[in-house]
């Protein structure tokens, strides 16, 4: 909120009627900040004020009464629950609550947020007033007594509320309540005062007075007001002082009082009847009220609410046709100091009080922007003007056509100025002749022993004593800006101010020092600049007045603003008398004592509103915020009346921000929050760096459901589950493809391995019924029907057998002995066979494939024992075990393979068995079904003798049922 700012004419007024036609006024004043309807005051009129205990201050109006944080207004009215926008009576109590009394018969109060009546609160309902509640006081137990002219009612601590109105010693009529300085409770009755004590009311003493309007009991004395009186009774002592229209009053002290009156508010020792100061004079004064911050308020019935921004600060405003006039340079000459403004050069006297008159009795056209003083006399410019007066009082002036901005006088009389076109010099004051020792625009000049510095818009030169020209912008950037004023202070550093830049310090042209606002100057705007006898510098800005002062190592800055008391911050010139200080301001004179400002400040800082979507709601509900509360806002304010709304606010929203953010708004929106634990820390600082205590509000995002950890884990489990299932579901079809795909290989391979097996079978069996062909042909019918016999046998094992793929050892060695029992009468026993059995060999459940050694052991009698001369043949069948396999050996003492090859080789076979083949073939299939392949060697047996026989040695893993 944008503040206005004004110099009030204060106690001392001085008329003066100078020598031409117009009368001018000048006035000594403090400076006030004013608040009215433009600034967001509820009305103009205000009646009186109240400090909650939150720190807000209460102004109460006839249309409404408004709640100040030292920025802005909250205005309440009757829509917010006030039973009336015309309050007369204001009271803040110790819990809180801040009472308001209307001007209707009724009360109600503020509390959290929410004004209480007597329609909607049913404490309050349970008192009646037929009169204007005229008292409000709190006693040390925290009961709340209120009271009207037939009424009186104690709230206490606990809400209930206790009526008197039926007690006989307040007959007829309550005219006062109060509490003492110890908190006791004393009513005012026609000529008598009580005491309430443990809910019994007690007479104290009789006090014969009419028409009392305020009442204040402290320790033994009483004070109060009538309407034209002030008086104070201690003891059997009383004083009384005289004022008319007196509107209320406020103790400052035992002696002391604020009395407000329609001429201002008087500052009053009683006890001496000494007006000790008086504020506001032309207003019509209410009441005033001293903050917790230190300030002193005052409310008019016409003109809003003004707040003193000091006492330690005075200011003069010199008024010409009722227009402050700016003052633009200051010069001190010892006993005076002269002020250069819009149309004058005044003299301000300062030996006895302050005594303002013209030093030059004329006006100018335009303003006086230099003024010097010297024993040879009064050197001044006014924009293309050079006036001298000697010491005689000759006045003289020379039109030179140029605007002079600064003048320096050198030690020989010889005078530079900064002009609009160069850097001048001139031999005397009133002469025309001029030298021009730089071409160009210039600012300001300075002389430093034989060195003249001057500054330009460009930066800083300087010419030395052989008249040489050097730019000095080269040494630092900020020396490229445009010299706004130069000055040396006590350690012979020489200081720059820039208007932009800050300020430089050098010394032997190199730069030790640069200040700008990032270090602590109001403004690199820079206006003007002077040194102090204590070794201080001052310079004064577009924003205020900032004093270095010089340490060791380091430079204290403080800054003096409008809010501290100056009559305004746009500061033109300073000088310093002593411990004094003069501030040349546009819009006047702002003196104060540099060794006794101080700058007591509060910085408080309040949560005002906590909104989600909209919808108010309290601290707590941030805890449990759904998701869909997309937009969250913190409203607060630091209260820090001084300030003057120049606060800055740091924030943080940890697991969010590590780094704390600066803003100057008063409020933080977050804006769709993900899900999770927040803690948001906020912290003030005032302009006078106070630092605020930190707030914490935690604030927790609840998840949507789909987002909880339950829901995350149940989500997970059912993706898992599911993707199990699809998993399980897809292994088991192709599971089950594979399974079908691997019946149906193994379909194939047992179907192959029939069909092997049905093409060996045919050629056994032609085998067969050639013998039993031979057996018929030679008429041996015996032979022939025990052949028949047997092979009927046989073919009904090998039916069984070539129907499956695996049979056990014992079903093996009973289908081969048939076989080579048909063998032996084919052959007519020309050969013998054996068996050999493991016997760790399970013969029973130990299986080999079907039918695998009888192609060998037809190949044995087939091509090795028939062609055996001797016929003695002999085929040993043998079955081993190993660790993992079994050992099948077919061994005969048949002609061996070579003479087998030959023979079939020289004679014609008919047939050409195939077995063999078919068995080589099985046993490839077979390998394929099995963990490990089954290896077959052939080899012939040798001896001594040559070849002895065949050996097939058939390997075969071991299969079990």
């Given at each position: 909120?944008?503040?206005?700012?004004?110099?009030?004419?204060?106690?001392?007024?001085?008329?003066?009627?100078?020598?031409?036609?117009?009368?001018?006024?000048?006035?000594?004043?403090?400076?006030?900040?004013?608040?009215?309807?433009?600034?967001?005051?509820?009305?103009?009129?205000?009646?009186?004020?109240?400090?909650?205990?939150?720190?807000?201050?209460?102004?109460?109006?006839?249309?409404?009464?408004?709640?100040?944080?030292?920025?802005?207004?909250?205005?309440?009215?009757?829509?917010?629950?006030?039973?009336?926008?015309?309050?007369?009576?204001?009271?803040?109590?110790?819990?809180?609550?801040?009472?308001?009394?209307?001007?209707?018969?009724?009360?109600?109060?503020?509390?959290?947020g929410k004004i209480h009546n007597q329609l909607q609160d049913t404490v309050l309902g349970k008192m009646t007033f037929t009169a204007m509640v005229h008292s409000i006081t709190e006693d040390k137990e925290h009961n709340i007594m209120l009271s009207s002219l037939h009424e009186l009612y104690a709230l206490t601590a606990e809400d209930k509320v206790v009526s008197y109105n039926n007690d006989p010693l307040l007959y007829p009529y309550v005219q006062?309540?109060?509490?003492?300085?110890?908190?006791?409770?004393?009513?005012?009755?026609?000529?008598?005062?009580?005491?309430?004590?443990?809910?019994?009311?007690?007479?104290?003493?009789?006090?014969?007075?009419?028409?009392?309007?305020?009442?204040?009991?402290?320790?033994?004395?009483?004070?109060?007001?009538?309407?034209?009186?002030?008086?104070?009774?201690?003891?059997?002592?009383?004083?009384?002082?005289?004022?008319?229209?007196?509107?209320?009053?406020?103790?400052?002290?035992?002696?002391?009082?604020?009395?407000?009156?329609?001429?201002?508010?008087?500052?009053?020792?009683?006890?001496?009847?000494?007006?000790?100061?008086?504020?506001?004079?032309?207003?019509?004064?209410?009441?005033?009220?001293?903050?917790?911050?230190?300030?002193?308020?005052?409310?008019?019935?016409?003109?809003?609410?003004?707040?003193?921004?000091?006492?330690?600060?005075?200011?003069?405003?010199?008024?010409?046709?009722?227009?402050?006039?700016?003052?633009?340079?200051?010069?001190?000459?010892?006993?005076?100091?002269?002020?250069?403004?819009?149309?004058?050069?005044?003299?301000?006297?300062?030996?006895?009080?302050?005594?303002?008159?013209?030093?030059?009795?004329?006006?100018?056209?335009?303003?006086?922007?230099?003024?010097?003083?010297?024993?040879?006399?009064?050197?001044?410019?006014?924009?293309d003007q050079l006036y001298y007066r000697s010491k005689s009082g000759r006045f003289l002036h020379t039109n030179v056509n140029l605007s002079i901005k600064k003048i320096a006088v050198k030690a020989d009389g010889k005078i530079l100025a900064a002009a609009s076109c160069g850097l001048l010099q001139f031999n005397t004051p009133h002469s025309l002749d001029y030298s021009m020792r730089y071409k160009g625009r210039t600012t300001t000049v300075y002389?430093?022993?034989?060195?003249?510095?001057?500054?330009?818009?460009?930066?800083?030169?300087?010419?030395?004593?052989?008249?040489?020209?050097?730019?000095?912008?080269?040494?630092?950037?900020?020396?490229?800006?445009?010299?706004?004023?130069?000055?040396?202070?006590?350690?012979?550093?020489?200081?720059?101010?820039?208007?932009?830049?800050?300020?430089?310090?050098?010394?032997?042209?190199?730069?030790?020092?640069?200040?700008?606002?990032?270090?602590?100057?109001?403004?690199?705007?820079?206006?003007?600049?002077?040194?102090?006898?204590?070794?201080?510098?001052?310079?004064?800005?577009?924003?205020?007045?900032?004093?270095?002062?010089?340490?060791?190592?380091?430079?204290?800055?403080?800054?003096?603003?409008?809010?501290?008391?100056?009559?305004?911050?746009?500061?033109?010139?300073?000088?310093?008398?002593?411990?004094?200080?003069?501030?040349?301001?546009?819009?006047?004179?702002?003196?104060?004592?540099?060794?006794?400002?101080?700058?007591?400040?509060?910085?408080?800082?309040?949560?005002?509103?906590?909104?989600?979507?909209?919808?108010?709601?309290?601290?707590?509900?941030?805890?449990?915020?759904?998701?869909?509360?997309?937009?969250?806002?913190?409203?607060?304010?630091?209260?820090?009346?001084?300030?003057?709304?120049?606060?800055?606010?740091?924030?943080?929203?940890?697991?969010?921000?590590?780094?704390?953010?600066?803003?100057?708004?008063?409020?933080?929106?977050?804006?769709?929050?993900?899900?999770?634990?927040?803690?948001?820390?906020?912290?003030?600082?005032?302009?006078?760096?106070?630092?605020?205590?930190?707030?914490?509000?935690?604030?927790?995002?609840?998840?949507?459901?789909?987002?909880?950890?339950?829901?995350?884990?149940?989500?997970?489990?059912?993706?898992?589950?599911?993707?199990?299932?699809?998993?399980?579901?897809?292994?088991?079809?192709?599971?089950?493809?594979?399974?079908?795909?691997?019946?149906?290989?193994?379909?194939?391979?047992?179907?192959?391995?029939?069909?092997?097996?049905?093409?060996?079978?045919?050629?056994?069996?032609?085998?067969?019924?050639?013998?039993?062909?031979?057996?018929?042909?030679?008429?041996?019918?015996?032979?022939?029907?025990?052949?028949?016999?047997?092979?009927?046998?046989?073919?009904?094992?090998?039916?069984?057998?070539?129907?499956?793929?695996?049979?056990?050892?014992?079903?093996?060695?009973?289908?081969?002995?048939?076989?080579?029992?048909?063998?032996?009468?084919?052959?007519?026993?020309?050969?013998?066979?054996?068996?050999?059995?493991?016997?760790?060999?399970?013969?029973?459940?130990?299986?080999?494939?079907?039918?695998?050694?009888?192609?060998?052991?037809?190949?044995?009698?087939?091509?090795?024992?028939?062609?055996?001369?001797?016929?003695?043949?002999?085929?040993?069948?043998?079955?081993?075990?190993?660790?993992?396999?079994?050992?099948?050996?077919?061994?005969?003492?048949?002609?061996?393979?070579?003479?087998?090859?030959?023979?079939?080789?020289?004679?014609?076979?008919?047939?050409?068995?195939?077995?063999?083949?078919?068995?080589?073939?099985?046993?490839?299939?077979?390998?394929?079904?099995?963990?490990?392949?089954?290896?077959?060697?052939?080899?012939?047996?040798?001896?001594?003798?040559?070849?002895?026989?065949?050996?097939?040695?058939?390997?075969?893993?071991?299969?079990?049922?």
């Amino acid at each position: 909120m944008k503040s206005v700012y004004y110099s009030i004419l204060a106690k001392n007024i001085l008329l003066s009627v100078l020598l031409f036609q117009a009368a001018d006024l000048w006035a000594q004043a403090y400076n006030y900040t004013q608040y009215k309807i433009e600034q967001g005051l509820a009305g103009n009129i205000v009646y009186s004020m109240a400090q909650d205990k939150d720190g807000f201050m209460w102004f109460i109006t006839e249309t409404g009464v408004s709640r100040f944080d030292g920025t802005s207004f909250r205005n309440f009215t009757i829509s917010d629950g006030l039973p009336d926008n015309a309050i007369i009576h204001i009271y803040a109590d110790t819990k809180g609550r801040v009472w308001f009394v209307p001007f209707r018969n009724g009360i109600s109060y503020y509390y959290k947020g929410k004004i209480h009546n007597q329609l909607q609160d049913t404490v309050l309902g349970k008192m009646t007033f037929t009169a204007m509640v005229h008292s409000i006081t709190e006693d040390k137990e925290h009961n709340i007594m209120l009271s009207s002219l037939h009424e009186l009612y104690a709230l206490t601590a606990e809400d209930k509320v206790v009526s008197y109105n039926n007690d006989p010693l307040l007959y007829p009529y309550v005219q006062y309540v109060t509490s003492d300085s110890t908190g006791n409770i004393k009513a005012l009755v026609p000529n008598r005062i009580y005491g309430l004590a443990k809910g019994k009311w007690t007479y104290l003493s009789g006090f014969r007075k009419v028409d009392v309007q305020q009442l204040v009991i402290r320790d033994s004395a009483i004070y109060w007001q009538t309407s034209n009186c002030f008086h104070m009774l201690a003891g059997k002592s009383v004083y009384q002082y005289n004022v008319r229209g007196i509107n209320s009053f406020r103790m400052l002290n035992d002696t002391v009082v604020y009395l407000n009156t329609p001429k201002g508010c008087l500052l009053l020792n009683i006890r001496h009847s000494q007006e000790i100061d008086h504020f506001l004079p032309d207003e019509n004064v209410s009441d005033c009220y001293t903050d917790r911050e230190g300030n002193t308020w005052f409310s008019t019935l016409n003109n809003g609410v003004f707040r003193l921004r000091s006492t330690q600060f005075k200011s003069i405003r010199y008024v010409s046709g009722m227009k402050p006039l700016r003052i633009y340079t200051l010069w001190d000459n010892g006993d005076n100091l002269l002020a250069g403004t819009d149309n004058s050069c005044l003299k301000l006297g300062l030996q006895q009080g302050l005594q303002i008159s013209k030093e030059v009795s004329r006006y100018f056209d335009k303003h006086i922007s230099f003024i010097m003083e010297n024993k040879d006399g009064l050197l001044l410019t006014s924009d293309d003007q050079l006036y001298y007066r000697s010491k005689s009082g000759r006045f003289l002036h020379t039109n030179v056509n140029l605007s002079i901005k600064k003048i320096a006088v050198k030690a020989d009389g010889k005078i530079l100025a900064a002009a609009s076109c160069g850097l001048l010099q001139f031999n005397t004051p009133h002469s025309l002749d001029y030298s021009m020792r730089y071409k160009g625009r210039t600012t300001t000049v300075y002389i430093r022993q034989d060195s003249i510095y001057f500054g330009t818009p460009n930066g800083l030169y300087m010419i030395n004593h052989d008249d040489v020209t050097t730019y000095l912008g080269n040494i630092h950037p900020n020396l490229r800006n445009r010299i706004s004023a130069i000055c040396t202070n006590t350690d012979g550093t020489l200081w720059v101010a820039t208007a932009g830049a800050g300020i430089v310090g050098l010394k032997g042209n190199r730069v030790v020092w640069h200040l700008d606002v990032s270090n602590g100057l109001s403004s690199n705007d820079c206006q003007c600049m002077v040194p102090d006898a204590g070794g201080e510098l001052w310079i004064g800005t577009d924003k205020g007045l900032d004093q270095l002062k010089f340490h060791q190592d380091s430079i204290q800055v403080t800054n003096y603003t409008t809010a501290d008391g100056l009559i305004n911050g746009f500061i033109n010139a300073v000088v310093v008398k002593g411990d004094t200080v003069y501030a040349g301001t546009s819009e006047g004179l702002t003196f104060f004592n540099k060794k006794k400002t101080t700058f007591f400040s509060q910085c408080d800082l309040k949560v005002l509103n906590i909104s989600s979507n909209g919808q108010a709601v309290n601290e707590k509900a941030l805890s449990r915020l759904n998701y869909r509360n997309t937009l969250i806002r913190i409203d607060f304010t630091a209260i820090s009346f001084k300030s003057e709304g120049a606060v800055r606010y740091y924030y943080r929203l940890t697991s969010q921000d590590t780094a704390w953010r600066m803003t100057r708004q008063n409020f933080l929106e977050f804006i769709s929050l993900p899900p999770g634990d927040y803690l948001l820390e906020l912290f003030a600082v005032n302009k006078f760096n106070i630092r605020s205590k930190t707030i914490r509000i935690p604030l927790k995002v609840i998840p949507p459901f789909w987002q909880t950890g339950w829901f995350i884990c149940v989500t997970i489990g059912l993706v898992i589950f599911i993707t199990w299932g699809i998993v399980t579901q897809r292994n088991r079809i192709y599971n089950r493809r594979l399974a079908a795909k691997g019946r149906m290989e193994q379909r194939l391979h047992e179907l192959e391995q029939k069909a092997l097996r049905a093409q060996m079978n045919p050629h056994f069996i032609f085998n067969c019924l050639h013998a039993v062909q031979e057996y018929v042909l030679d008429n041996d019918i015996i032979s022939t029907n025990k052949y028949l016999s047997s092979f009927a046998s046989l073919i009904r094992q090998t039916l069984d057998n070539s129907l499956q793929t695996m049979i056990p050892i014992s079903d093996e060695i009973s289908y081969l002995a048939n076989y080579l029992n048909l063998e032996q009468l084919r052959f007519e026993k020309t050969f013998h066979y054996a068996f050999h059995i493991d016997d760790e060999l399970d013969t029973y459940r130990t299986c080999i494939p079907s039918m695998m050694l009888q192609p060998y052991i037809e190949n044995a009698i087939r091509h090795g024992i028939q062609h055996k001369k001797e016929g003695n043949g002999q085929i040993d069948i043998s079955f081993e075990k190993t660790d993992q396999y079994i050992v099948c050996i077919v061994a005969d003492n048949g002609i061996g393979r070579t003479a087998a090859k030959a023979l079939r080789t020289a004679q014609h076979i008919t047939y050409q068995s195939r077995g063999m083949q078919l068995t080589a073939e099985r046993i490839h299939l077979l390998s394929r079904d099995l963990d490990s392949p089954i290896a077959i060697d052939i080899a012939d047996i040798t001896g001594d003798q040559g070849v002895s026989g065949t050996r097939v040695t058939i390997q075969l893993p071991l299969i079990t049922l």
